[in-house]
């Protein structure tokens, strides 16, 4: 039988691990208390001295951290360093900040040990800031460019002091009459005007000025409900259809301050019988009127040819005062003007800029043409260097260095030119992507033009003659809507202006470039060639 008497197992001593949890040597137990016994209690058996969970302990660390610990922390320290804005909220021991100072007494509390910085580059790059001046001369050099009103018009002296000497003689004397400004269009019209409004500020201010775009009007009818709505308040008027011209004259006939009316872009009033423009030229000669008009127009002939009733008047004829378009050097001086407000080396060459004025002198002698030219020359060499600095990046320092911006020169005029003025009836891709309906159009409005002064026809008188040409080379032409719509993207390219009507067949539709330029073009083809050598009387 075996024997089943609990056996004693022998028990092993394993070499105790060293605890990672104490750095120093726990305290001292007093001598007088009992040495334990026997297995280890628990701590809450413990009393005493045995009882260490009452006595305050340190945590042991790894002997890395030991060794670490013992040594004062300096910043220096590539592991555990501590950034520090300004004054730390922490304090040291005055043995520590000792230690610091000796150490390091040059270094910052941001400073790092040899070797853990970022690298960098020793010297700076000088030609960051440079093109940083480049872009600033191009960007101060177009918006001294720009069409707006300028503090000051040159070559318009003349015509200032006309005007002012009308505004003080009919405004501030109290007198009524009327002024008809005519010229092609960027000749100073109106920016010659809103300068001298602005001097005369404070002379006019006891007037009440009206100033009116006729081009954002709906038709000529509303320009009365426009008025009315400036001297009466907006909507206070309420009156129907005549009533309002009627209304209106009874106002600027009554007691009060004198009345300035200034009317831009007149001929946009134009209707079928006129009474809309007569009503309004009569108006500063009624009886104790207190109206000054001033219209401003392109038509040079607008008074003469459209309102022929006003000669048969000569009271109600009114003043005329015609802007002649300016020449090429007046255009240069213009222009000067404007970039000598750029402070440094002018960023368009001598050169370019008188070959513009030439260009666009001769061509309409438009300034804001001009400016808009020269404008857009300064875009394309600013975008140039920029894509030129973009590949140099690469190279080394002293191929980024130049010693000032790149200029505008000859070519970059020319090229914008022939973009503005190039040749719009081919296209780059060849004159065969111009279609044939269009050509037709256009050769069937040259035909109209030939004979007349007249500059512009209507779309009926268009259509008609398209219509027989069409008939004459045996094609189908288009119906009168769709012939608007060839009107319309011929104006998109450049080739015709319109001028919108209440009904489509009273729009006028007029050449934008030059004939001889139109008949060159299409002399150069066939059919279109043998069209205007015949002319429109054989169709």
Same mark, same amino acid.
């Given at each position: 039988?075996? %024997?089943?008497?609990?056996?004693?197992?022998?028990?092993?001593?394993?070499?105790?691990?060293?605890?990672?949890?104490?750095?120093?040597?726990?305290?001292?137990?007093?001598?007088?208390?009992?040495?334990?016994?026997?297995?280890?209690? !628990?701590?809450?058996?413990?009393?005493?001295?045995? %009882?260490?969970?009452?006595?305050?302990?340190?945590?042991?660390?790894?002997?890395?951290?030991?060794?670490?610990? %013992?040594?004062?922390?300096?910043?220096?320290?590539?592991?555990?360093?501590?950034?520090?804005?300004?004054?730390?909220?922490?304090?040291?021991?005055?043995?520590?900040?000792?230690?610091?100072?000796?150490?390091?007494?040059?270094?910052?509390?941001?400073?790092?040990?040899?070797?853990?910085?970022?690298?960098?580059?020793?010297?700076?790059?000088?030609?960051?800031?440079?093109?940083?001046?480049?872009?600033?001369?191009?960007?101060?050099?177009?918006?001294?460019?720009?069409?707006?009103?300028?503090?000051?018009?040159?070559?318009?002296?003349?015509?200032?002091?006309?005007?002012?000497?009308?505004?003080?003689?009919?405004?501030?004397?109290?007198?009524?009459?009327?002024?008809?400004?005519?010229?092609?269009?960027?000749?100073?019209?109106?920016?010659?005007?809103?300068?001298?409004?602005?001097?005369?500020?404070?002379?006019?201010?006891?007037?009440? !000025?009206?100033?009116?775009?006729?081009?954002?009007?709906?038709?000529?009818?509303?320009?009365?409900?426009?008025?009315?709505?400036?001297?009466?308040?907006?909507?206070?008027?309420?009156?129907?259809?005549?009533?309002?011209?009627?209304?209106?004259?009874?106002?600027?006939?009554?007691?009060?301050?004198?009345?300035?009316?200034?009317?831009?872009?007149?001929?946009?009033?134009?209707?079928?019988?006129?009474?809309?423009?007569?009503?309004?030229?009569?108006?500063?000669?009624?009886?104790?009127?207190?109206?000054?008009?001033?219209?401003?127009? %392109?038509?040079?002939?607008?008074?003469?040819?459209?309102?022929?009733?006003?000669?048969?008047?000569?009271?109600?004829?009114?003043?005329?005062?015609?802007?002649?378009?300016?020449?090429?050097?007046?255009?240069?001086?213009?222009?000067?003007?404007?970039?000598?407000?750029?402070?440094?080396?002018?960023?368009?060459?001598?050169?370019?800029?008188?070959?513009?004025?030439?260009?666009?002198?001769?061509?309409?002698?438009?300034?804001?043409?001009?400016?808009?030219?020269?404008?857009?020359?300064?875009?394309?060499?600013?975008?140039?260097?920029?894509?030129?600095?973009?590949?140099?990046?690469?190279?080394?320092?002293?191929?980024?260095?130049?010693?000032?911006?790149?200029?505008?020169?000859?070519?970059?005029?020319?090229?914008?030119?022939?973009?503005?003025?190039?040749?719009?009836?081919?296209?780059?891709?060849?004159?065969?992507?111009?279609?044939?309906?269009?050509?037709?159009?256009?050769?069937?409005?040259?035909?109209?033009?030939?004979?007349?002064?007249?500059?512009?026809?209507?779309?009926?008188?268009?259509?008609?003659?398209?219509?027989?040409?069409?008939?004459?080379?045996?094609?189908?032409?288009?119906?009168?809507?769709?012939?608007? !719509?060839?009107?319309?993207?011929?104006?998109?390219?450049?080739?015709?202006?319109?001028?919108?009507?209440?009904?489509?067949?009273?729009?006028?539709?007029?050449?934008?470039?030059?004939?001889?330029?139109?008949?060159?073009?299409?002399?150069?083809?066939?059919?279109?060639?043998?069209?205007?050598?015949?002319?429109?009387?054989?169709?």
């Amino acid at each position: 039988m075996p %024997n089943t008497k609990a056996r004693v197992q022998a028990t092993i001593d394993f070499p105790r691990k060293k605890s990672h949890r104490s750095c120093k040597a726990p305290p001292t137990i007093s001598k007088d208390a009992p040495s334990p016994k026997g297995p280890p209690l !628990s701590p809450r058996k413990r009393l005493g001295g045995e %009882n260490l969970c009452n006595i305050a302990q340190y945590l042991q660390c790894s002997p890395s951290k030991q060794k670490k610990e %013992n040594q004062p922390v300096t910043p220096s320290t590539p592991r555990g360093r501590k950034l520090e804005f300004g004054l730390s909220p922490l304090k040291r021991s005055p043995r520590e900040l000792d230690v610091l100072a000796d150490k390091s007494p040059e270094r910052t509390p941001f400073s790092v040990r040899k070797g853990d910085e970022t690298p960098r580059s020793t010297a700076r790059c000088p030609s960051v800031g440079l093109h940083k001046k480049k872009d600033l001369w191009y960007q101060q050099t177009k918006q001294v460019l720009n069409t707006a009103i300028p503090d000051r018009i040159l070559a318009r002296e003349v015509e200032t002091k006309a005007v002012t000497h009308f505004l003080l003689n009919h405004v501030c004397g109290e007198k009524p009459g009327s002024l008809y400004i005519s010229g092609a269009p960027g000749t100073g019209k109106t920016a010659c005007l809103n300068r001298i409004l602005t001097n005369l500020k404070e002379k006019l201010g006891a007037s009440a !000025s009206i100033f009116i775009n006729c081009m954002s009007l709906r038709n000529s009818q509303t320009i009365f409900r426009t008025i009315a709505d400036e001297l009466y308040g907006k909507g206070k008027l309420k009156c129907v259809g005549k009533d309002f011209a009627k209304r209106l004259a009874r106002k600027l006939t009554c007691q009060g301050p004198m009345v300035l009316l200034v009317l831009d872009e007149m001929d946009q009033l134009d209707s079928k019988a006129q009474d809309v423009l007569y009503t309004i030229f009569e108006w500063p000669h009624l009886t104790d009127s207190r109206l000054v008009l001033i219209g401003i127009a %392109n038509m040079l002939d607008l008074t003469d040819r459209i309102l022929p009733r006003l000669q048969a008047r000569p009271t109600c004829k009114p003043q005329l005062l015609n802007f002649a378009p300016y020449t090429r050097e007046q255009i240069v001086a213009i222009v000067q003007d404007r970039l000598s407000q750029v402070p440094g080396e002018s960023v368009l060459e001598s050169a370019a800029v008188q070959f513009c004025a030439r260009k666009v002198s001769s061509v309409s002698g438009d300034v804001r043409k001009a400016l808009d030219v020269c404008r857009r020359a300064v875009e394309i060499v600013e975008s140039d260097a920029r894509s030129q600095a973009t590949v140099k990046s690469k190279s080394p320092v002293k191929a980024l260095c130049s010693p000032g911006p790149k200029k505008v020169g000859l070519p970059h005029i020319s090229q914008v030119i022939s973009e503005v003025y190039g040749d719009r009836m081919t296209s780059r891709s060849g004159s065969e992507c111009f279609p044939l309906q269009q050509k037709l159009l256009v050769c069937s409005l040259l035909l109209l033009l030939r004979p007349s002064k007249v500059k512009e026809v209507t779309l009926g008188k268009l259509h008609d003659a398209y219509s027989k040409v069409c008939r004459s080379q045996q094609m189908l032409g288009a119906d009168q809507s769709e012939c608007l !719509s060839l009107c319309s993207l011929l104006e998109s390219r450049g080739i015709v202006w319109l001028k919108q009507s209440k009904e489509a067949r009273l729009t006028k539709v007029g050449l934008k470039i030059e004939e001889e330029d139109v008949e060159h073009a299409l002399h150069d083809q066939a059919l279109t060639g043998d069209i205007l050598q015949k002319g429109l009387q054989c169709f």
